[in-house]
């Protein structure tokens, strides 16, 4: 049996993920052979179409549910309107980046809403169906920020400490069931977040684009490469593995060294 079999058929849900990581993870989800709830705070025909497209190239029930994560309500309502959550991926995720003195007070709740409470309410509601079912994985989306900090990101850093904090607490809570939660820290992924972020640093720093990334933002990683969202993806999937059972409470860095440093 391939190391994927066993997860045919099981139902993912991966939150925020119509771009970037969560697509990433999603269709590597859907490429195994599971079922994928697709998520974003958007209801586009396009975000429906995304769903159906991977659904058709993987022959799976993936779907496209809307939910506003900034809203706890929503975020539960995500989990019971799925009906099943073997896998669970909290990866929805926003950043804002100023001087604590100056932070947005609307900004920090929502860094803090969508990057850390959602997990919260969906794992809350996730539980009792991996229970139910005897089986389950809970994959949150921290980053590299989860383990240092930077300045100027006091909400995102805060929020993604917080993430790997709850993630040890519920990995404790189902020790002796069949069930493993675990945080994925990635280091800078070219994704529309850190696309955002280019202008802002080529300007702050009166740089070109190729040097803003090199200098600024690759500064940290030393591998001077971007991860991947197919990188990221693969590292969730061997978390469905059997040979991850053992795996629980713990972060796994996908940074090409930043944490090493
Ligand atoms: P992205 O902007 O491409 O994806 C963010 C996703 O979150 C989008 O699908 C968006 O629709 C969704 N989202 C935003 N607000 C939402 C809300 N209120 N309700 C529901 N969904 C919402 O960015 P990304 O880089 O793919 O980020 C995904 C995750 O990875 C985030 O948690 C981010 O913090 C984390 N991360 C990214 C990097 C990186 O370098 N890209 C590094 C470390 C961690």
């Not at 809307?66 to 019971?80: I, P, Q, T, Y």
């Not at 929805?92 to 604590?100: D, K, L």
């Not at 020790?175 to 994704?191: D, K, L, R």
Request: net charge negative.
């Amino acid at each position: 049996m391939s190391d994927y079999a066993a997860l045919k058929g099981k139902t993912a849900i991966v939150t925020g993920s119509n771009s970037g990581i969560g697509l990433g993870i999603a269709r590597s989800f859907a490429a195994a052979g599971l079922d994928v709830v697709l998520n974003s705070f958007t209801d586009r025909d396009e975000d429906h179409a995304l769903a159906k497209e991977i659904a058709a190239e993987t022959r799976t029930k993936t779907r496209y549910i809307k939910a506003d994560l900034s809203n706890g309500d929503e975020a539960r309502a995500l989990v019971e309107q799925a009906g099943a959550c073997d896998v669970l991926v909290n990866n929805a995720g926003i950043q804002h980046v100023a001087g604590i003195d100056e932070f947005p007070a609307a900004k920090w709740d929502a860094i803090i809403a969508i990057n850390l409470s959602s997990a919260f309410h969906t794992t809350a509601a996730a539980l009792p169906m991996m229970r139910k079912a005897g089986w389950g994985r809970v994959i949150n989306i921290a980053s590299a920020h989860g383990l240092t900090a930077s300045p100027f990101k006091s909400a995102y850093v805060a929020a993604k400490h917080g993430v790997v904090g709850m993630t040890k607490v519920v990995a404790l809570e189902t020790a002796e069931e069949p069930i493993t939660a675990n945080a994925i820290c990635p280091g800078y992924v070219m994704t529309p977040l850190v696309e955002s972020q280019i202008p802002d640093t080529m300007e702050k720093y009166g740089m070109d684009r190729e040097t803003a990334i090199r200098e600024v933002l690759l500064q940290r990683q030393p591998s001077k490469e971007f991860a991947t969202t197919d990188q990221l993806g693969g590292t969730a999937l061997f978390l469905c593995t059997d040979h991850a059972a053992q795996i629980t409470g713990t972060t796994i860095s996908v940074d090409g060294g930043w944490t090493a440093l």
